[in-house]
């Protein structure tokens, strides 16, 4: 696998901002793959001990039970500047339970939900999670061949997602489609920022 | 990914060792204000018999600032070790650490985003 230049290696201050970005989806759609296409170290991974909220799964006893899990999450780095450095965090396992981790969404920028048309109910669970939590986020479908089965338009409409979210066809494998996905989402991003802000003064 | 060569476990099978081996069987949870993108650097270095293997190892590895994640990696320590051993060397002063973005995404002021757009854009 081919990484973003590391001969850009800027020494962060201590001062730096550091943000994460989440890339979602379900298991095998590419999330790695999309870290690894513009990260400038081979993606890392790390394991952490998460507590599970209270899934339902135990709704007749009535009572709240919490229980930690162990995740793998692989990640890559993108130093912006000295003072800026982007992380992007997938979640390559245990993808059945990783939509109960509030720890991941806490602090996060915002998300790409990757989606595989051949499976596109994998991806269900990543979009009511960041919609649940406002966390912006944007739908790559992700092309693994030339053959695109469905248009932009079609996926959307399967997904039921929200008219404003960006849904864009994309190949995680080359590192320009990469950009591309992680442009739209800071442009949405921005663009929600700013929605936001103009509600305050005209409120 | 692991390739054909992995052994018969994998990730799901949870650390080989117990990962309070390391943290001397305390059983105290790391600081609040660490989390995995939460940037530290090493202010010393350590003299011979300072520290224990766990915690110089640790310190070698934030020479240069470095996120917790990339810590853990680098150490092949879960996370949440790792959160407890950092806590120890910023109590006795030997790393200290800034806190990257609050807790909620909104904290990322507009000038910022636009320098990661920026960014993005010219990798």
């Not at chain 1, 999450?73 to 800026?84: K, S, V």
């Not at chain 1, 966390?135 to 790559?140: D, I, Q, W």
């Not at chain 2, 990339?70 to 060397?89: H, I, M, Q, T």
Request: contains cysteine; aromatic residues 6%.
């Amino acid at each position: 696998m081919e990484f973003a230049s590391s001969d850009r290696m800027i020494r962060p201050a201590i001062n730096a901002t550091a943000l994460k970005i989440l890339i979602a989806g379900g298991f095998g759609v590419g999330k790695t793959t999309l870290v690894g296409s513009v990260s400038e170290i081979e993606p890392l991974r790390t394991e952490e001990q998460l507590t599970e909220r209270s899934a339902g799964v135990d709704d007749v006893t009535g009572v709240e039970q919490k229980r930690t899990t162990t995740v793998a999450l692989d990640f890559g780095r993108i130093t912006i500047n000295q003072e800026l450095i982007v992380y992007l965090f997938g979640t390559p396992g245990q993808d059945r339970f990783w939509f109960m981790w509030d720890e991941l969404a806490q602090g996060s920028l915002g998300a790409v939900v990757l989606a595989d048309t051949r499976r596109l109910a994998s991806c269900f669970a990543a979009i009511d999670f960041f919609e649940e939590r406002n966390v912006p986020f944007v739908v790559g479908v992700n092309c693994f061949d030339s053959t695109q089965m469905y248009t932009v338009d079609e996926v959307r409409g399967a997904l039921d997602v929200d008219p404003f979210v960006p849904v864009l066809l994309c190949d995680v494998r080359q590192r320009e489609s990469t950009k591309k996905v992680l442009t739209t989402l800071l442009e949405h991003i921005m663009s929600l920022q700013g929605h936001a802000q103009r509600a305050v003064v005209e409120g | 990914m692991s390739g054909e060569d992995s052994a018969w476990f994998d990730e799901d099978a949870g650390p080989l060792a117990r990962p309070y081996t390391f943290t001397r069987g305390r059983t105290h949870v790391a600081r609040d204000d660490l989390n995995m993108i939460t940037l530290v650097v090493a202010l010393r270095k350590h003299h011979r018999g300072e520290l224990d293997h766990a915690h110089g190892r640790i310190l070698e590895c934030c020479q240069d600032p470095i996120s917790i994640a990339e810590v853990a990696a680098g150490a092949d320590l879960p996370l949440g070790v790792v959160k407890v051993l950092l806590s120890d060397l910023i109590e006795q002063n030997y790393v200290i650490f800034r806190t990257g973005l609050a807790k909620h995404s909104s904290a990322a002021s507009p000038d910022t985003l636009q320098k990661v757009l920026d960014g993005i854009r010219e990798l």
